[in-house]
């Protein structure tokens, strides 16, 4: 080298007179030597001073060049560090940092220094350019280290078509697997070798013992590989040497400090090293332990049981130790130990001794621990002696071991043995769970082992989703699957030159028992097997396509065979990748994680449901968050407020928030009882229950789909509506026929019928005269709510119908007389008469209603009188009751039809003889009149079938209503009934959802405060009961109720009175305005008697029940009544209920209903009159006690009122259940529509309590005008 | 929230014209067809017929068996949601022997999806009866099992209770016209080009797997 400068030099001497030149050639040279030596670009970088020296050699020539040059040339300098930052600030250098900078593009030092320069010219920009260890930003060198191109399969046919032909570009989401278009098919090779079961249904004792053994073995010799103890051993030795030469070296050095520091973690390491030695050996010894113990039961088994079934045999062979004396050895090493172990004690007694000289006053400790350390020494050695430092003996195994042939003495072995012949196995290899071939059966033999060899060449066009074994067990009779292996499948990598024999184990949960010698199978233990198999993978062609991006860390570098990982983790570790290259971060990560378990082992560990993240439709907060798809879920819970909700926005913005605000409300309020609502928080409570009854009742009903047995019409599901959903309009119709009116005004009355419905209201027009007859067809409009029709919405619809027949008045108001000829101003106004309330529910289970019915007359309707003396003769015949009648028919347009009734059997408690005949009578009444009620057994609230009879019981009724009247026994059976009717009314479907009928007894139906006809039938005939009276339960049918029960009691005078106990009328039996259409069946306390007589009208049939051909009994003497007992309590308990809680609800009903009066008249102004109010508030308890009392005693007080103003009112009485039913009919009566100027109004309201919380409501509601 | 109407910009409409064309019955003469559209609760009919009653078709005498409505279908649906995607479901009727009116068939198909002209091929069928002593009563009765309810053809609840013969096919084309579809960003056509949505109305037929 240094000849070559001296050339150069010479040359540089003979160009001296074109320095400018050599100049050049000079700077070249120098900074192309480094670059050229030095291949780390940060060596470099790092001693910038590098140059120095070689400058330094110069010759003498350049030191006046450079003379002369500097002062004439401007040669790019490196600019200092310091003045490419920012001022003030230092240097940073990110990789020392620990972060990853990329290697930089290489550039030569000249031109850098020329860019620097350049770029610090611009003062103000300059700065911006340099990164913050003062070098120019730039990114990393993007060359690759190796040259690489693109492979180009020569084109074996080139088809001059094909070139030409033009195809589009489609852009594919690209499936990783699918190598469809690779030109050629790839071969999958799969070797199935063996098959190897560790358990069998049809092991012997023996069997499972060797399997056993071969285990255990198969563990010995696993450890005896590993050569862990060895290992240890071979450290200890090395930790023993080291020390020894530390000793010489301690002695030799004065460097004590550093040894005294390393020896303190040798002596913790040598201590650890050793534990975990005599643990390993103590292992070894445990497996050779047990390996002997089984083998030893083996041998005594086959002695046991006379014969061999397996070959397997054990030898023990005790190894010759060839080093020479093993003992002795085994002795030095004990020896060296205890000296390690003294030499330990030793230190700490020094160090003990130290701390007594520092200490003086602690010498007895240290004396102490003297003693202590001296008595250690002893119990290490003979801890030592019970360790397992003694000559091993090794194991080894041969399978020739004569198996017994003929077990005929035996008989179960024998058995077993033509069993196990019958069973042969079979692979079927399924690709991507297709079946792709199969090995041919082989018997399963003794040995318990199948040799199948067999190699599969699958050709195969795309990478394989899954690769199946299915293991096959045929015999004589049947072949079924013992167990599916999935295979994993090959790296691409893996060629059939290259691949591993793999151990597949499998079990099966199959239980197997035999009755012969084999073990059979149970929880404990489980078939395992053992099948090798090879896989070769597709021709290397396979890969280029393939677009996987690197899922695992080893595949990713292209290790794919790696199978010890020690040695991957050692490479890492020698090899410094740079942890911080993003390429390389798989491979770090892997460390990391095996660095912490300790061992560089493959994962134990497998993500459960992995992907499922990927694969939920949204994340869990979205699906809260967002409105639509809670708005979504909610109506697919069937939620009632959205259970009807249509046309769900697609955008969350168009959904507004307080959509779900009834629906929160109504969840936080679950449990809260609102009192405000309710008025008495009894009530309330009772509400509340029964939603929750209405919630949960529809899941004791699975809605299925049923055959019925007549019209072989398939219905199904719960909705068995006929109309499609399409619907959009619904009409309720109302065709009103005639009316008899038995009040008349002083002139002719005018009436006309109004059918109010949802606040809809329809009237006809106004007839003449008190016996109208109009045909007239009213259509109303039917709302939902939410537009929903199901069947399950339209049952529980409240709403009712009120049919209110009016007078019509008019008036002349002209002023004065002058234009009477001319000009004529009169106002109509309407004058309730009374009305007919029909709940829709009604109306909706029987789709159509038509009768005649009785019109509910207010008692005191002032200006009117009854018109006795017209009813003579017919008349008084035909209407004993003296009431105003009106005949409608009622119907839906289009019509909806209710659901089939639900006719199911339910569990019962009865005895199965008496459910027996209970059926069987039922049947047959049902198969003579299929439309005659009769109910044999009904359903008790706890959905038990109990028989009908057993409800009937005489129960007392509160003592406060029987002392009242004690005399008049007529009055006191009145006064219950009316008691019995102001328990509100609620029919079951709309309680009890469904279409099933529950029958709640008298304590659950008070407590409940609500029931339908049924309960309120029997409570009536209890009572009666109770009184002495004769009284039947009577099912039937009646308008509007549809079937329906009443109660059916035996005057004195031998004539019967029928009792509609929801309504407190009772009929006579003679009465043709009845609304009893059909009597059906009688139910007394201890017999069913149905009526088998040819007419059913209550007119027509006779009540003797005693008469056998006319009423056909349940019990008879074939069949006697076992005497059954009541469901009924024994006594029924009525709370008094308090007076002023009364009159708290009153107050409230009174405020909210002229709130409610002033609401609907928002135009004109309301003036209460207060006086008039008080005068009636007087008159309400009169009124009720005159119901009481029996006797009529109209409200003579208003007289003064009456002849200072036009009084147009009524009193209304209605049961307590909600405020809003009391609210309804305030509005039906259309009071508050009196649109005089100078109109006042008076409203009252008397609560009357009864026992048991029954309240009867007294509403006087009137308008007032002033008369001139 | 029925009330809230979403404004134009968030439904998407479907259109669909098409006829009933034709249906093939070997062994039934004299029949015609109600058709109704079956669909989800975020669907609502906007124009057209969305129930109808063909005319009685009869077969021609000569060679060709097909029996022939041509009966048009014309309707228009916006939506917000495709879940409950609406179904054409066809019902045949016509007398038996002894001149009761009696169905002959009940079949189902997806409207399809994608734009454009579709033809179907809908296999019918019938419900059965559950034993051969009914069967014969309903023969002669001419009270054979039917659905009470249509819909219950389009949907799957509460069909493991009946059982069902196969009985011709119907032929359907549809003309398809989606509005807004894409905008809401529903994607109805494939982006390969080699599999279009063909799929989706044939395989919803209800009584595909009973052949």
Known sequence: ?1268 | MATAVPSASTVFMLMISGQVESGLFPEFDDLYLKYCFVFGNDWAPTAGLEEGISQISTKNQGSQELLVWNFPLDVTFKSTNPFGWPQLVLSVYGPDVFGNDVVRGYGAVHIPITPGRHTRTIPMFVPESSSLLQRLMSWLKGRRPEYTDLRVVARGEGREVTRVRSQGHVQVCFNIVTKDLKKLGYETTSSFPHMSAEGFGSSAAGAASLF
């Open chain 1, 1 to 1268: 080298m240094k000849e070559k400068e001296k050339k150069l030099n010479i040359r540089w001497v003979s160009l001296m007179k074109c320095w400018v030149l050599t100049l050049m050639i000079r700077i070249c040279w120098f900074t192309d030597r480094p670059t050229t030596q030095i291949p780390k670009p940060n060596v470099y970088r790092r001693n910038s001073s590098f140059f120095l020296p070689a400058c330094i050699q110069v010759t003498s020539h350049e030191i006046w060049l450079d003379g002369v040059q500097y002062e004439l040339f401007f040669v790019p300098k490196t600019v200092s560090t310091m003045a490419k930052i920012p001022f003030n600030a230092q240097p940073r250098y990110l990789e020392e940092e620990g972060l990853f900078v990329g290697e930089r593009p290489w550039v030569s030092n000249k031109n850098m220094n020329i860019m620097e320069n350049r770029l610090m010219a611009d003062p103000l920009q300059g700065v911006c350019w340099f990164g913050g260890d003062g070098r120019i930003l730039s990114l990393p060198n993007p060359i690759k280290p190796n040259p690489t191109r693109l492979f180009t399969f020569p084109c074996q046919h080139p088809d001059p078509d094909d070139a030409l032909a033009y195809r589009k570009v489609v852009h594919i989401q690209h499936d990783e697997r699918d190598t469809t278009h690779a030109s050629r098919p790839c071969q999958l090779d799969v070797d199935v070798h063996d098959l190897t079961f560790f358990h069998h249904p049809l092991f012997s004792r023996e069997h499972m013992l060797a399997s056993r053994l071969q285990q255990l073995h198969g563990q010995f010799e696993a450890r005896q590989q590993a050569r862990l103890t060895a290992f240890l051993t071979d450290k200890l030795m090395h930790f023993q040497t080291f020390e020894l030469n530390d000793k010489l070296e301690a002695h030799q050095h004065v460097l004590v400090l550093c040894i005294v520091t390393k020896k303190g973690y040798l002596v913790g390491t040598h201590r650890k090293t050793r534990m975990l030695r005599d643990m390993e050996e103590q292992k070894d010894r445990n497996l050779l332990k047990s390996i002997l113990k089984v083998w030893k039961e083996m041998k005594t088994l086959r002695e046991f049981q006379k014969f061999t079934n397996t070959s397997l045999k054990l030898n023990i062979i005790r190894k010759e130790d060839v080093s020479g004396n093993r003992e002795e050895e085994y002795e030095e090493g004990i020896r060296e130990e205890i000296q390690q172990m003294h030499d330990e004690f030793q230190q700490e007694y020094q160090k003990q001794l130290e701390l007594f000289h520092q200490h003086q006053e602690h010498w007895k400790t240290w004396k102490k621990n003297k003693v202590k350390s001296e008595c250690n020494s002893d119990c290490a050695e003979l801890s030592l002696l019970s360790c397992v430092r003694q000559p091993s003996p090794e194991v080894d195994k041969k399978r020739f071991h004569p198996v017994t042939r003929t077990v005929r003495r035996f008989r179960v072995e024998q058995q077993r043995r033509q069993e196990l012949q019958r069973h042969s196995l079979y692979m079927k290899l399924l690709f991507n769970n297709k079946e792709v071939s199969r090995t041919a059966p082989h018997i399963l033999d003794d040995s318990f082992h199948i040799h199948f060899g067999q190699i599969f060449n699958v050709q195969i066009k795309r990478c394989p989703e899954s690769i199946q074994l299915q293991v096959l067990d045929i015999t004589s009779r049947s072949s079924d699957s013992l167990a599916n292996l999935f295979v994993p499948i090959p790296e691409t990598s893996v060629l059939a030159g290259t691949a591993l024999v793999q151990h597949l184990e499998f079990s099966s949960e199959r239980r197997v028992t035999f009755e012969h010698e084999a073990t059979g199978s149970n929880d404990s233990c489980f078939w395992r097997c053992s099948s090798s198999l090879s896989s070769s993978s597709p021709p290397p062609q396979f890969s280029p396509h393939s677009t996987i991006r690197p899922v695992d860390a080893i595949t990713s570098i292209g290790a794919v065979g790696v199978t010890d990982t020690r040695q991957l983790a050692r490479w890492i570790k020698e090899s410094r990748l740079d942890p911080n290259d993003p390429n390389n971060a798989t491979l770090i990560q892997l460390h990391m994680v095996h660095k912490d378990s300790g061992q560089m082992n493959t994962a134990e560990f497998f993500r459960l449901e992995q992907l499922q993240e990927e694969f939920d439709f949204v994340s869990e907060e979205e699906l809260l968050c967002s409105r639509r798809l809670r708005l979504l879920q909610l109506r697919n819970q069937e939620q009632p407020e959205f259970r009807a909700c249509r046309l769900v926005p697609l955008m969350d913005r168009e959904i507004p928030e307080k959509v779900f605000q009834d629906y929160e409300k109504r969840q936080n309020e679950k449990n809260i009882v609102d009192i405000k609502e309710h008025l008495v928080p009894y009530r309330a409570i009772v509400a509340q229950y029964m939603l929750k009854v209405y919630i949960i009742h529809p899941l004791l009903f699975p809605s299925t789909g049923r055959w019925t047995a007549t019209g072989q019409r398939i219905a199904t599901g719960r909705c068995t509506t006929t109309f499609s959903t399409i619907v959009s309009r619904i009409y309720l119709l109302v065709d009103v026929l005639f009316l008899s009116l038995i009040l008349s005004l002083q002139d002719l009355v005018r009436p006309f019928v109004e059918v109010s419905f949802q606040r809809g209201t329809c009237r006809t027009t106004t007839a003449h005269g008190p016996n109208p007859s109009w045909h007239e067809e009213l259509e109303l409009p039917f709302r939902t709510l939410n537009g929903d029709y199901s069947s399950t919405n339209l049952q529980s619809l409240r709403d009712e119908i009120y049919i209110n027949v009016f007078d019509e008045l008019t008036y002349n108001i002209q002023e004065g007389d002058r234009e009477t000829d001319r000009e004529t101003h009169t106002r109509t106004e309407k004058i309730w008469l009374g009305f007919i309330n029909i709940p829709f529910n009604t109306l909706y289970l029987q789709s159509w209603i038509e009768g005649t019915f009785k019109i509910n007359v207010p008692k005191v309707l002032l200006g009117y009188r009854l018109e006795q003396e017209g009813l003579q003769g017919f008349w008084e015949l035909q209407n004993p009751s003296q009431a105003s009648y009106l005949s409608v028919y009622l119907t839906t347009e289009p019509q909806i039809m209710p659901g089939e009734p639900v006719r199911e059997k339910y569990e019962s408690h009865e005895e199965a003889r008496l459910l027996f005949g209970a059926e069987e009578y039922s049947q047959r009444c049902h198969a003579a009149f299929p439309n005659r009620r009769l109910l044999s057994t009904v359903m008790d609230i706890t959905g038990q079938a109990v028989l009908v009879t057993r409800y009937l019981h005489p129960l007392k009724a509160p003592s406060e209503l029987l002392e009242i009247n004690p005399g008049h026994h007529q009055s006191t059976v009145e006064l219950l009934a009316h008691f019995v009717s102001l328990i509100p009314f609620i029919p079951d479907s709309v309680t009890f959802s469904g279409i099933c009928d529950l029958w709640t007894t008298c304590d659950q139906f008070l407590t409940l405060m609500c029931g339908d006809e049924e309960e309120h039938a029997v409570l009536l005939c209890c009572f009666f009961l109770a009184l002495g009276k004769k009284s039947w339960l009577l099912l039937g049918a009646a308008i509007p109720e549809g079937p329906t029960a009443y109660v059916l009691t035996k005057e004195d005078n031998m004539s019967y009175l029928i009792w509609n106990a929801s309504s407190g009328q009772r009929y006579q039996q003679f009465d043709s305005f009845c609304p009893l259409q059909s009597v059906g069946s009688l139910v007394g306390t201890d017999n069913i008697w149905f009526n088998v007589q040819p007419w059913d009208s209550p007119m027509r049939v006779n009540f003797d029940v005693s008469k056998t051909k006319l009423w056909k009994p349940l019990f008879s003497h074939r069949f006697p009544n076992p005497g059954l007992g009541s469901v009924q309590p024994q006594v029924l308990s009525f709370q008094a209920t308090d007076r002023s809680t009364a009159m708290e609800l009153q107050e409230r009903i009174e405020k909210v209903l002229k709130e409610k009066v002033m609401e609907w008249r928002p135009l004109q102004p309301t003036r209460w009159n207060r006086h008039c109010t008080a005068v009636l508030r007087r008159a309400l308890p009169d009124l009720e006690l005159g119901l009481v009392s029996g006797s009529t005693k109209p409200g003579g007080n208003l007289q003064h009122i009456l002849n200072e103003y036009q009084m147009c009112g009524f009193p209304l009485q209605m049961p307590f259940s909600e405020l809003w039913p009391i609210v309804e009919r305030v509005h039906s009566t259309g009071v508050h529509e009196c649109q005089v100027p100078n109109v006042e109004f008076a409203l009252a309201v008397y609560v009357h309590p009864y026992p048991s919380n029954v309240m009867s409501v007294w509403v006087y509601i009137a308008s007032l005008k002033r008369l001139r």
